[in-house]
């Protein structure tokens, strides 16, 4: 059984096909990137795997259960866990707070006016423990907003992780960084999918990035599935070389 199966999937806006016919199997513990140029189809692509838009047609299946008709919030329950092109944290809350939030929706506690006494410490561990494996916690009192980029979206992974995720869908993790954050970034989702098995799918425009994360690799040019294949096998080919990374990367 493949763990996330996508079927000949495609999105229409009005007469444009931003997504056209793309088949992609993750297996278990995989780290998949997907590139392509501006436009090529990317984050309409993840939409469509995490139910924030609905096929045209196609299937998405994760492991094995078609998931047409469940909602995003479900499939966050169901172990689908994302972060944006632009990042989305609390800015005017601490990132300690930040933390919490996800945590305590994991423990299915977000809307209990207090939380019980037993439960206190465990929740407690589970920030500390996150926000040590973000390299967060020399900044943990500080509010999100004030924080580097990188910090940002270091805190914004571990909010996603912190949903206990099976799935994890990065929308360009490094995006506007620079060559320092970019690097402490890559090196942090290495490690998140070394240390827990996670299946992750990241969109990506930086190669070195790509290169040094991924396992196999999607390439989407205007909406179609221009090939795929390990590093080695998407450097070497020729179409991918003329159509995308000859130019412009
Ligand atoms: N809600 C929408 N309504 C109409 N057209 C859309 C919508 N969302 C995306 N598109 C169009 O679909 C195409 C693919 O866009 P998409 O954002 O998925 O590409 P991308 O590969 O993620 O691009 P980028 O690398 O610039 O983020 C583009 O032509 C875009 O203008």
């Keep these: 059984m493949s763990f996330l199966k996508i079927e000949n999937v495609s999105r229409h806006f009005g007469s ?20 392509g140029p501006n436009g090529a189809g990317k984050t309409t692509f993840f939409n469509l795997i995490t139910g924030m838009l609905d096929l045209t047609s196609g299937r998405v299946l994760l492991e094995d259960q078609d998931l047409a008709g469940i909602k995003p919030s479900a499939r966050v329950r169901m172990g689908m866990a994302r972060t944006f092109q632009i990042t989305e944290i609390f800015p005017d809350l601490s990132v300690r707070e930040n933390i919490r939030i996800p945590v305590e929706i994991a423990a299915g506690l977000h809307l209990a006016p207090k939380i019980p006494a037993r439960l206190q410490a465990p929740i407690r561990e589970r920030i500390d423990a996150l926000l040590e494996e973000g390299g ?23 909010m996603a992780l912190a949903l206990n995720p099976r799935l994890l869908l990065l929308d360009e993790p490094t995006a506007g960084m620079g060559d320092d954050e970019t690097h402490a970034v890559a090196r942090l989702i290495k490690r998140i999918h070394g240390d827990q098995n996670l299946t ?32 080695a096998e998407i450097t070497a080919n020729a179409e991918v070389q003329a159509a995308y990374l000859g130019g412009a990367a």
């Design 16 to 35: 444009l096909v931003a997504v056209d016919g793309v088949t992609m199997t993750v297996e278990k513990g995989e780290c998949r990137a997907v590139i």
């Design 200 to 231: 992750i799918v990241l969109i990506e425009h930086d190669m070195r990035v790509v290169f040094n994360l991924a396992d196999k690799i999607t390439v989407l040019e205007q909406g179609r599935p221009l090939a795929e294949g390990t590093p």
């Design 136 to 158: 967060l916690t020399r900044i943990a009192g500080r509010y999100a907003g004030e924080l580097s980029h990188g910090d940002q979206r270091a805190c914004e992974i571990m």
